[in-house]
């Protein structure tokens, strides 16, 4: 009986062994369960969202930079063809004949077509007969409360270019003058191309320009205007004994005084004021 006792005592003691190891077992089991999910989860997931992030914030940025490089490129083009647009006056394709026919430089045309918006047309002059011909040049209509800014604008242009800009028609009435432009340096060619004289026969193309001559030995002046039967010239110096020139002024061209200020005086005055003299012979 003893002896039964000691086994049945010895099987349950072994029974508790058992059951305390498999409560190890499972508790070590659910800790290393845990231990790996967690890992393989917090792994996961670190994956996941540095990956998600990752991709996130590569898309972005390219489609940023695609953004940024497209506006900037849409804009420099615009930019660029805004300028090349805009600014640059065309040449009609009359325009673009008259410079052929007269040998005249192209740049020349786009100078005055940019300054005047106009269109251009073959200049026209007089020969010794006072009969209208074609002339050598070009010419473009201006609003006469432009002519004076205009021309100042083109004759600053078109010098350096060996080409001369002088007005060739006034017309108070219609409000509208015309400029025209010449090949060359020699001022006196605006004569020459206009054929300016005088009404009394003894005052010829050739006595004009030999006066002008004359008076550039006293004053330093420029050709700005010319026709048939006027000339105005601009003076850069005056000359010293001024009512001694314009007395001569008025036996050379009466008009001068007569249909302008009215006597040598107010001349003198209207010389020194603008710095201009207007010579006509109607």
Same mark, same amino acid.
């Given at each position: %009986?003893?002896?039964?006792? #000691?086994?049945?005592?010895?099987?349950?003691?072994?029974? /508790?062994?058992? %059951?305390?190891?498999?409560?190890?077992?499972?508790?070590?089991?659910?800790?290393?369960?845990?231990?790996?999910?967690?890992?393989?989860?917090?792994?996961?997931?670190?994956?996941?969202? +540095?990956?998600?992030?990752?991709? #996130?914030?590569?898309?972005?940025? @390219?489609?940023?930079?695609?953004?940024?490089? +497209?506006?900037?490129?849409?804009?420099?083009?615009?930019?660029?063809? +805004?300028?090349?647009?805009?600014?640059?006056? !065309?040449?009609?394709?009359?325009?673009?004949?008259?410079?052929?026919?007269?040998?005249?430089?192209?740049?020349?045309?786009?100078?005055?077509?940019? *300054?005047?918006?106009?269109?251009?047309? =073959? #200049?026209? /002059?007089? &020969? $010794?007969?006072?009969?209208?011909?074609?002339?050598?040049?070009?010419?473009?209509?201006?609003?006469?409360?432009?002519?004076?800014?205009?021309?100042?604008?083109? =004759?600053?242009?078109?010098?350096?270019?060996?080409? %001369?800009?002088?007005?060739? *028609? %006034?017309?108070?009435?219609?409000?509208?003058?015309?400029?025209?432009?010449?090949?060359?340096?020699?001022?006196? $060619?605006?004569?020459?191309?206009?054929?300016?004289?005088?009404?009394?026969?003894?005052?010829? @193309?050739?006595?004009?320009?030999? =006066?002008?001559?004359?008076?550039?030995?006293?004053?330093?002046?420029?050709?700005? /205007?010319?026709?048939?039967?006027?000339?105005?010239?601009?003076?850069?110096?005056?000359?010293?004994?001024?009512?001694?020139?314009? !007395? $001569?002024?008025? !036996?050379?061209?009466? &008009?001068?005084? *007569?249909?302008?200020?009215?006597?040598?005086? *107010?001349?003198?005055? !209207?010389?020194?004021?603008? @710095? =201009? #003299?207007?010579?006509?012979? $109607?």
């Amino acid at each position: %009986m003893k002896n039964i006792c #000691l086994r049945l005592h010895s099987a349950l003691a072994l029974a /508790g062994t058992a %059951m305390l190891l498999m409560g190890a077992s499972s508790q070590v089991n659910t800790q290393v369960t845990s231990s790996m999910t967690s890992s393989v989860t917090s792994k996961t997931t670190t994956s996941l969202v +540095s990956r998600t992030t990752g991709s #996130l914030a590569s898309k972005m940025t @390219n489609s940023i930079a695609s953004s940024v490089k +497209s506006s900037v490129t849409s804009s420099a083009t615009t930019s660029v063809l +805004s300028r090349s647009t805009g600014s640059q006056p !065309e040449l009609s394709p009359g325009a673009e004949e008259i410079a052929k026919l007269i040998n005249f430089d192209r740049q020349v045309l786009l100078i005055v077509k940019a *300054e005047t918006q106009e269109h251009i047309q =073959r #200049l026209i /002059g007089y &020969d $010794e007969d006072d009969y209208q011909i074609i002339a050598p040049g070009i010419a473009v209509s201006v609003q006469k409360d432009r002519t004076d800014r205009v021309l100042a604008a083109l =004759r600053k242009k078109l010098l350096p270019l060996k080409y %001369m800009a002088f007005i060739v *028609e %006034m017309n108070t009435g219609l409000k509208v003058d015309k400029i025209g432009v010449i090949k060359g340096t020699d001022q006196y $060619e605006i004569l020459r191309i206009m054929h300016t004289d005088g009404s009394d026969p003894t005052i010829s @193309n050739q006595e004009v320009i030999a =006066r002008l001559k004359a008076w550039a030995k006293i004053a330093t002046f420029d050709i700005i /205007g010319a026709d048939s039967d006027w000339v105005e010239i601009e003076f850069k110096t005056l000359p010293k004994d001024l009512k001694a020139f314009v !007395e $001569e002024v008025k !036996e050379f061209s009466p &008009d001068a005084v *007569e249909q302008g200020p009215g006597s040598i005086a *107010e001349l003198i005055k !209207e010389i020194q004021r603008t @710095n =201009r #003299l207007f010579l006509s012979w $109607e």
